[in-house]
C-alpha cells in the first residue's frame, strides 16, 4: 500500500539512523503508536494525540504510524489541518473521507453513504441542493456511520497533522466518534502543536483579538479536550534529544564523529529540537564546518534562514506588545536587560514581564533572568 505523501518528510529524513530506518529515541513512543494500531486492528479502536511544541518529531511519529499501519493492512484516511482554513465546517473531515467517497463506484458510493450515512453526503456536496443540515447532531452521525461503513472493508487510521488548527465542527465529529469506537477496527492518530509551558494548545490574545476569535478558539478548545478526555484516548509527549543522539545525527550529516564538546554545544543551541537541529545541522553541512571542540563556538552564530522564517510567522499571531518586545530584545542582542528591552518597546516594566513570560510560552525567548532569543 503506497502511504499518502501529504506530510513533510524533513522532520523523518534527519530523525532516523542512516543503517536502521530507525527513528532516535522515539522506540517507547513508536511501541505506543504500534500497540494502538494493532489494537484497532483487532476491532478495538481508540484515539492516540502526539503532542508536544512546534519541532519535536510529531510528523515525523505521524510518518511512521502510517508506515507501520500500511505494513499491517490498516487503510490510511489522511489530513492536514490548515490555520487560515479553521472556518471551512468539516474542512479537516472532507480530507478524509473524501478522496475515498469521490473514488468509489457508484455503486460502492450508494453502498458507503446508506442508511444513516447519508446524512454525510450534504458535507460532502453530493447533494448539491440540499442545505447543510441544521441537525448537527444527525450530521455528525451521519459521518460516524459512512467511517463505520469504510470500515467495513477493513481496519482504517485516521491520521491528521496539526490537530491544533482544525475545525471546530470536523474537531467535534472526531471526538463524536472517538466516544464510540468500542468493537470498530479504526484508530485516529493526531500531531497537536502545544505550548512549552502547560502543555495546552496555543490560544488567542484575549487583550488584542475580537469576542468573536476566541470563542472559536474556546469552542475549539472545548472539542480537543473532549477528544481527549474519551475512553482509550492516549497522549504522547515527544521529548528533546539527548547529547548521544545529536551526536548520532552529526556524524550521519557530516561524515564524522563529533567531539563531545561539539555535540553539547549543539544540543545547547538547538534545546535538541529536531527542527531546529536538522536546520542547524544542514548549515554545517553546507559551510563545511568540522565538528570538533575548537568550532563549538561558531554554533551561536548560525541560526537557519528555515528558522527565521518560522519565527516571523509565529510572531505574526502574537499580540503587538509580544511583537515589539521580541523587537527590542533583537536589536539589543546577548545580555539585553528586560527594562532596557521594555522602554525599546514602551512598554511599561509590568507589562513587559508579562509579556516576556509570553513570549517564553510561545517558545519565542529562553526562560533565563535576562530576556534571549530561544
Known amino acids: 500500500m503506497d502511504l499518502p505523501l501529504i506530510f513533510s518528510r524533513r522532520e523523518t529524513l534527519i530523525a532516523m539512523t542512516a543503517t536502521s530506518e530507525r527513528l532516535l ?16 486492528t483487532d476491532g478495538a479502536g481508540g484515539v492516540t494525540v502526539l503532542a508536544a511544541p512546534a519541532g519535536l518529531g510529531k510528523t515525523a511519529l505521524l510518518e511512521a504510524a502510517l508506515a507501520e499501519a500500511a505494513a499491517n493492512g490498516l487503510r490510511p484516511l489522511t489530513a492536514r489541518a490548515g490555520e487560515l482554513e479553521q472556518e471551512f465546517a468539516f474542512g479537516v473531515v472532507r480530507q478524509l473521507v473524501e478522496p475515498a467517497v469521490v473514488a468509489a463506484s457508484d455503486e460502492e458510493r450508494a453502498r458507503l453513504l446508506s442508511g444513516a450515512a447519508r446524512r454525510a453526503a450534504t458535507v460532502l456536496d453530493l447533494e448539491p441542493d440540499a442545505a447543510l443540515d441544521r441537525d448537527v447532531h444527525a450530521t455528525l452521525h451521519g459521518l460516524y456511520w459512512l467511517l463505520l461503513n469504510l470500515a467495513a472493508d477493513g481496519p482504517l487510521v485516521l491520521a491528521i497533522d496539526d490537530l491544533q488548527w482544525a475545525d471546530e465542527p470536523s474537531l467535534r465529529c472526531l471526538a463524536y466518534v472517538a466516544r464510540r469506537l468500542e468493537g470498530v477496527p479504526l484508530a485516529i492518530v493526531a500531531t497537536m502543536r502545544t505550548e512549552a509551558a502547560g502543555g495546552r494548545v496555543e490560544l ?16 475549539r478548545l472545548t472539542a480537543i479536550e473532549e ?13 528533546p534529544l539527548s547529547v548521544e543522539a545529536v551526536a548520532e545525527l552529526l556524524e550521519r550529516a557530516l561524515g564524522r564523529p563529533s ?11 538547538t534545546a535538541g529540537n529536531p527542527f531546529l537541529l536538522s536546520e542547524v545541522v544542514a548549515e554545517l553541512a553546507a559551510e563545511g564546518v568540522a565538528p570538533t571542540a575548537a568550532r563549538a563556538a561558531e554554533l551561536e552564530r548560525i541560526v537557519p534562514t528555515r528558522v527565521g522564517e518560522t519565527l516571523r510567522r509565529h510572531l505574526a499571531r502574537l499580540a503587538p506588545d509580544a511583537r515589539a518586545l521580541a523587537a527590542a530584545v533583537a536589536v539589543l542582542g546577548e545580555g539585553a536587560e528586560l527594562p532596557v ?11 513587559a514581564a508579562v509579556v516576556a513570560a509570553e513570549l517564553v510560552g510561545a517558545q519565542v525567548l529562553a526562560p533565563a533572568a535576562a530576556p534571549r532569543f530561544r
Open 25 to 40: 529515541e522515539r522506540d517507547a513512543e513508536v511501541a505506543r503508536l504500534r500497540r494502538a494500531l494493532a489494537a484497532a
Open 204 to 219: 488567542p490574545d484575549a487583550a488584542t483579538d475580537s469576542a468573536s476569535a476566541v470563542a472559536a478558539t474556546a469552542a
Open 227 to 239: 477528544l481527549l478526555a474519551g475512553p482509550g484516548a492516549e497522549r504522547i509527549e515527544p521529548a
Open 259 to 269: 567531539e563531545p564538546a561539539f555535540a553539547t554545544a549543539c544540543r545547547a543551541h
Open 341 to 351: 528591552a521594555a522602554e525599546l518597546a514602551a512598554l511599561g516594566r509590568a507589562r
